[in-house]
């Protein structure tokens, strides 16, 4: 049976950075974490998000917005580019 919390030592490994570096990017809120006793935990259900597979609400407007952005500037292009 899989584990639903993950401790910051499964973490650090699986982001490939220290526990320390676990540590700071809790406090600074880009981890999501529980604190358990003396310990924090972090919910395996954040791991995508963790891992860079899943894009959060700022990150996909950015993307949206350059796409736009994009296809407003070099439309005609990218339409001739369809063609070939």
């Not at 917005?65 to 407003?72: D, G, H, I, Q, Y």
Request: charged content about 35%; glycine content about 8%.
């Amino acid at each position: 049976m899989d584990k639903d919390f993950l401790s910051t030592t499964e973490v650090a490994k699986l982001l490939g950075i220290s526990r320390i570096a676990v540590f700071k990017k809790i406090k600074s809120g880009e981890i999501k974490a529980q604190k358990v006793g003396r310990n924090f935990v972090i919910s395996r259900n954040d791991l995508p998000f963790l891992l860079g597979e899943s894009l959060g609400k700022v990150q996909k407007e950015k993307i949206d917005k350059a796409v736009a952005k994009t296809v407003s500037e070099y439309g005609e292009t990218l339409k001739l580019l369809g063609k070939e």
